[in-house]
Structures are given as structure tokens and as C-alpha cells.
């Protein structure tokens, strides 16, 4: 017998039963289909103001950066800025996104390549699919627009988030989700960050900047503002 | 070939673990943090309570129905282009896993914490193979320099002190210049950071854990603080997932309850920084990703847990709450357990995983104060599986051995002062289980510092050390020898 019918022996045996009984099947595809919601925390349920309030209180609490912004325009310009009070070279790498890309970074004296993060790129920047108010959660999405590498290889990670795209909870976000991608499917990647990579494993102390990005600093567009 | 365990010498284990200065150090600055960190976080969160229930109730509703998710789970990730491996054994697993690794030539492999892949013992079988595994969670990282097992679930490396960790670097890193200051913890973490940098981007295979499936979307999901699994998973041309086959749950709404009390419940953290979902391998267009997934699915015994008393562990979400919140653990560390899983989680599943003839003093090795099961996040009676555990070795004439251990416990216990409260805590009931067939002990050596605050069981003429010689004796004649 293979492994795979062996297991699934098995577990059919110790759970006293055949694999066709209608309705443990209907209670699977019911649950699959339907995916009831569960509990869900009021703290994410105020109005789009309050979200956003919210979210910039969570993720500042977890050590990201956030600033807020009236218009897309001024988001070169804030980069520039910020890399320069911290002492980093005017370069910067992102994906070929249509939102970042319509942008006019020249102005700035910005250097930006495309594509996916080379080892040496010490600043990236993506753009979030959706912002959760609930924990001040980034939830960004793979694909050549925002590759994931972007996410993880620089010391710097920029991320850019529409006031509009932040939802309160989860559950939001996945419903958005299922809107571009379909009911089941989605993209190869979807990161939940929330605030910089971090380690307590040496010394007992909690560090910022294990692995991945040391800094994360968050662009908030609020164009409604 | 599965991690040998020594589960069967807890004793002497935690007598060893007592005598530890290091040890004892390390446990020391970590015991209360975790607990006022999760305490903090689900005070912050009305619905914490709950949101465990939800949890709980999820969990028990796949397992019930576990044929029909996995099912449905594979559907998907073929559906998405990967591929699904069924192993029966740890060594099923991990020969699937290097022939995955040879057909590709692989020579290093970088590897996301699994608690699946220590149980499986993958790291030596891959090295017999000539494949090396390099680990890249710091703690896993620290603790394989040092050929140890983890010492607890989420933090491998908890038993280490900052000392220890800047001797091992020295030791290990070849290009470390001896006159670099690493007295500030940063600096150890950097050093540590740019070795593991360059062992991501030369890897050929990167193989990570689950913390779950999603049944909805063939999805794995990995959850850490570091972002090591990312790099693990994001750069090599293949991805390997390693888990069990209790990990998958229905859907996106479904673990989003559980990713709710999963970081709150282990570090006190409302989400980990990293909760990454990954379906498939990558698609037409992607500029990254690996150009294979596979997901090996272990049973190693689970299967068989499902319908008995032991179910409920299968609830278990790998949080490492009881262990933080556990009077023994706190004492004796994770390495005293023996084996994978340490402290209650570790006391029910390893019987189940090993078998209870070579794990016979964990389920002993509680203080029946019930600190984990109200803790855990999926709401698993601990105290009630041990309990269950601790009846069947009764019945399967394991216990006389199990009596010898509980009279060991208490002679080291004992001869340490500052332990009597905690030692008195796990004895009593010890004593008292030991005591059912032959009538209680008169006296027990060095005892004063407990009889003057306990009710002790009234003597009744032989002693301690007689009592032993004949229990020793009894033991013998049952050709119970160790
Ligand atoms: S048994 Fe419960 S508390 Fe312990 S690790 Fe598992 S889920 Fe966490």
C-alpha cells in the first residue's frame, strides 16, 4: 500500500469511518465554500479614520516608522528625505507596480532600479496590497509589480499604503483579496509584516533587524484627507 | 533515522540540569518575561477568551473530519503546480527529501525552524547524504554549532547564555578577527546576520516548517519574527515544506482566529513580524520565488492518536505556553525531556510519537498545578492527558520503574533547600501514588524542611531506606531491570 492511501487508512479507521458519508462531506465543502467568520476583535471596526489611526498606533508600537502623506506626488520627495536624514545613498530598487511607477522620482535626483532585490540593495520599496488596522499589519502581495525578495534581502524596506486599502481585520483583507484573485487561489506569496524583523534569541534581549529589514518605514497616502 | 531520545533518564536529565550553573542562568532570565508578555497581550484583547474557544473548536473540526481536509488541501496545491508527499515515518520523510535534493545536485540546503524536521532527525540525514543543512532561525543556528536539540518549541536556544554564544561564534567562524568586540548583544546578532546572509544566497534547497495548511487554497503558512524562513524559502530554485498532517485547517478565516491567539499565547506578541502564506511554486511572470514546492506530510503516529484520549493533542498549535508557565520546565530546562517536544506539550505527545516504554517519567513530570492547560491557547487538558498516560502504564506493568524514578525525583530534589516548595509540589502526589499498595514511608531523609510546613503521612515503622532496599528488591524480581 502506498503512504498516502496507508494515512489516509488509517485516519479513516481511527476515526470510524468510510471517507463517503454525505454529510461529513457537506459540512467540508460547506465550510470550504462559505468560510464562516469567526470572532472577530471590535478594535479594528471604526470608521475609516479611526482604521487609520489605529493601524499607525499598532505598527509605530511594534517600532515601524510611519508618516502620512496628502498625495502620491509627495512620495519621492518624503523618500528622499528620509534617506537622507539617515545617511543612506539616493538609490533605491522596487518592481515594475503602475501606482510607484507613475511617480516622477527624477525630480528628486532619486537613482531607481527595477526588479527583484539584488544582496547588495540596502533600500526597497513596494507597495502594500492592504494595511489591517487591527495589529498595524502590511499584507503585500508577490508577483513582478512588488517581488517578495523586496520584502526580506534590504536593511531598509519602504512601503507605500493608500489610506483607502486599510481594513480593519483579517478577515478584510482576505475578502479584498478574493476580489483580485478569485475565491481559492492566491498569488504565489502573501506577507503579513508587521514591524521590522526581530530576534530574542541572543542574550535574551529582543533586537530589531534579524534577518530581514532593520528598518521598515511606512508611507501612508491619505489622499482623503 | 529519528532523534534518539533519552526521555527515559528524566532524572538523571534534570539532575544534570539542576547542577548547571548556565542553565539554570538562562532559565532564570527568560521565566518571567514570557509570562507577563502573554499576560499583557490578552489583556489587551476583550475577545482573547473568545477567540480560544474559536480556536479550540476549529482545530477539533478538521481533525474530525481530517480525511476529507487533507484531501481537499492536496487538491489545491497540485492544483497550484506543487506537489504533495505522504510520509508514514520520519525516515519516509526525510528519503523524500533528499532524493528531492539529489535530483536538483544539492549541496547546502538552508533550513526555517521545524520542529517536524528535528522529530524526523533530517539535519543527520541529509549530513550522511553529503547534503549539509545549515539552519537559520539564530536560535537553531546557535544550537546545531553546538550539536544540541532545541530546548523549547519556539525558542531553541533559550538555555544559551550571551557568553556562550560569543565562545561558539569564536569558535566556529572562521573569518571572526579575535580582537572584534562582540560584548553587546547587537554585535553578536550582526556577526550572526552576515554569516547566515551568504549561506541563503549560495543554498540549493530551502526547506521550511508549517505552522498550517489551509485546506481552501493548498496553502502553507510559516510564522517568525526573523524573516529567516522567507529567505529560506524566497531564494533557493526549491522549496521544501516539512509538516504534519494535523497542521491543515479549513480556511483564511478559519486560521486568521487561530493566528490570533497563536503569537499572544507564545511571545506575547499580538502577531509575529513574518505570517507568510505561500501557495504553490512561482507563477508565469514572477521575478522570485522557487521554481519547485513540495510539501511532505508526516504522519509518524499521529493518525493512530485520532479517536483515543489522546486526540486532543493533536489540537496543539505549537505555541510553547505550557512550557513558559510550567513549574518543572522552568526548573529543569527542555533538554531534560530528551527528546523533540519538551514540558507538557512534550509530556503527552512524546508517549505518543516514541511510545510511553521509552518516555515512561514524562507524564510523571508534573506538579499537577494545572498553570498549562489554563493557558493553552486550543485549550488542551494537559493534566488529564498525563493523567491518562500515567493509568496506562499502570495497566501495561510499567509502573514499578516508574515508582523507582519517583523516588530518585525526590532524593535530588531534596537535597536542594531552595527546591522544597516546587520539589514538594511534584513529590507529594508522587508519594502518594507510590504509596497506594505498600502503605505510606515512616520518614524520609533531610525531610524536616517539609514536615515542618506539610502534613506528611502519618509513619508507620520502617524506613525510608528499607522501604527502598525491598521496592528495589520487588522491582528486580519483576525483571524490570534497567
Ligand atoms: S499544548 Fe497548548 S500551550 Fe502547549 S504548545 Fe500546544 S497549544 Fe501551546
Not at chain 1, 73 to 90: E, G, K, S, V, Y
Not at chain 1, 199 to 223: F, K, Q
Not at chain 2, 271 to 289: A, C, E, L, M
Request: hydrophobic share 40%.
Amino acid at each position: 500500500m502506498s503512504a498516502r492511501a496507508e494515512i489516509f487508512a488509517n485516519v479513516r479507521h481511527a476515526l470510524a469511518v468510510s471517507g463517503n458519508e454525505a454529510p461529513r462531506r457537506r459540512s467540508v465543502e460547506d465550510r470550504l465554500r462559505h468560510a464562516p467568520q469567526g470572532v472577530i476583535p471590535a478594535r479594528g471596526q471604526g470608521d475609516a479614520a479611526a482604521r487609520l489611526a489605529l493601524f499607525r498606533d499598532e505598527a509605530e508600537r511594534v517600532s515601524a516608522d510611519v508618516t502620512e502623506l496628502e498625495s502620491a506626488q509627495q512620495i519621492p520627495a518624503a523618500i528622499a528625505t528620509f534617506l537622507h536624514d539617515r545617511n543612506l545613498p539616493a538609490r533605491l530598487r522596487c518592481g515594475s507596480d503602475p501606482y510607484l511607477a507613475a511617480l516622477s522620482w527624477e525630480a528628486t535626483g532619486l537613482h531607481v532600479e527595477k526588479g527583484r532585490a539584488d544582496p547588495s540593495d540596502l533600500v526597497c520599496v513596494s507597495h502594500a496590497f492592504a494595511g489591517v488596522a487591527e495589529t498595524g499589519t502590511l499584507v503585500l502581495t508577490s508577483g513582478g509589480d512588488n517581488p517578495t525578495t523586496l520584502n526580506f534581502l534590504p536593511d531598509t524596506h519602504i512601503v507605500v499604503l493608500n489610506a483607502a486599502d486599510i481594513v480593519g481585520d483579517y478577515e478584510a483583507a482576505w475578502q479584498k483579496l478574493r476580489m483580485v484573485y478569485g475565491k481559492g487561489l492566491m498569488p504565489r506569496t502573501v506577507n503579513f509584516i508587521t514591524g521590522p524583523s526581530r530576534s530574542a534569541d541572543i542574550g535574551h534581549s529582543l533586537l530589531l533587524g534579524a534577518h530581514g529589514p532593520r528598518t521598515l518605514h511606512i508611507l501612508v497616502v491619505n489622499e482623503g484627507a | 533515522m529519528t532523534a534518539s531520545p533519552t526521555s527515559a533518564q528524566f532524572v538523571l536529565n534534570a539532575h544534570q540540569a539542576f547542577e548547571d550553573e548556565q542553565l539554570q542562568k538562562a532559565l532564570h532570565l527568560t521565566r518571567e518575561g514570557f509570562v507577563a508578555n502573554r499576560a499583557a497581550a490578552a489583556a489587551r484583547l476583550p475577545e482573547f477568551e473568545a477567540l480560544r474557544d474559536s480556536a479550540r473548536d476549529i482545530k477539533a473540526h478538521t481533525l474530525g473530519l481530517l480525511d476529507l481536509y487533507l484531501e481537499a488541501y492536496e487538491k489545491k496545491v497540485i492544483e497550484a503546480g506543487g506537489t504533495v508527499h505522504w510520509a508514514r515515518t520520519g525516515e519516509e520523510a526525510n528519503s523524500i527529501i533528499i532524493e528531492i535534493c539529489k535530483r536538483h545536485g544539492a549541496k547546502t540546503v538552508t533550513k526555517g525552524k521545524s520542529m517536524v524536521a528535528e522529530e524526523t532527525g533530517l539535519n543527520d540525514a541529509l549530513a550522511a547524504q553529503g547534503i549539509s543543512p545549515v539552519e537559520t532561525d539564530l536560535g537553531e543556528y546557535l544550537i546545531q554549532l553546538r550539536h544540541e536539540m532545541p530546548s523549547h518549541i519556539i525558542a531553541p536556544a533559550v538555555h544559551l547564555t550571551r557568553d556562550q554564544i560569543e565562545a561558539d561564534f569564536r569558535r566556529n567562524h572562521a573569518d571572526l578577527p579575535p580582537e572584534r568586540d562582540l560584548t553587546e548583544p547587537t554585535a553578536l546578532l550582526a556577526e550572526a546576520r552576515g554569516v547566515l546572509r551568504e549561506k541563503f544566497l549560495a543554498a540549493d534547497v530551502g526547506i521550511t516548517g508549517a505552522n498550517f495548511l489551509v485546506a481552501e487554497t493548498g496553502t502553507s503558512i510559516i510564522v517568525t519574527n526573523e524573516g529567516n524562513g522567507d529567505l529560506t524559502q524566497i531564494l533557493p530554485p526549491v522549496h521544501i515544506v516539512l509538516t504534519s498532517i494535523e497542521k491543515v485547517v479549513p480556511t483564511l478565516e478559519d486560521v486568521s482566529q487561530i493566528l490570533r491567539v497563536l503569537a499572544r499565547s507564545a511571545t506575547g506578541q499580538d502577531i509575529s513580524v513574518y505570517t507568510t502564506f505561500s501557495t504553490g511554486p512561482r507563477r508565469p511572470g514572477d521575478p522570485d520565488g522557487p521554481e519547485e514546492y513540495h510539501v511532505v506530510l508526516l504522519d509518524n503516529g499521529r493518525s493512530s492518536m485520532l479517536g483515543t484520549d489522546f486526540a486532543d493533542m493533536l489540537r496543539c498549535i505549537r505555541c510553547g505556553a505550557c512550557l513558559n508557565h510550567c513549574p518543572v520546565y522552568q526548573a529543569v530546562g527542555g533538554h531534560a525531556y530528551g527528546w523533540v517536544y519538551p514540558g507538557p506539550m512534550g509530556a503527552v505527545l512524546t508517549p505518543s510519537l516514541i511510545g510511553i516504554d521509552k518516555s515512561a517519567p514524562l507524564p510523571n513530570a508534573s506538579t499537577f498545578c494545572g498553570a498549562c492547560e489554563s493557558v493553552c491557547p486550543v485549550r488542551i487538558p494537559l493534566p488529564k492527558l498525563m493523567r491518562h498516560w500515567r493509568e496506562r502504564q499502570t495497566e501495561r506493568g510499567l509502573a514499578p520503574q516508574a515508582q523507582r524514578w519517583g523516588l530518585g525525583l525526590w532524593g535530588f530534589f531534596a537535597r536542594r533547600p531552595d527546591l522544597y516548595r516546587l520539589a514538594t509540589r511534584i513529590a507529594m502526589p508522587l508519594l502518594a501514588w507510590l504509596g497506594r499498595s505498600e502503605g505510606r514511608f515512616s520518614r524520609l531523609p533531610l525531610a524536616n524542611g517539609w514536615t515542618a510546613t506539610r502534613d506528611f503521612p502519618a509513619p508507620q515503622g520502617d524506613t525510608f531506606q528499607a522501604q527502598w532496599r525491598k521496592r528495589t528488591k520487588t522491582a528486580a524480581a519483576h525483571g524490570d531491570g534497567e
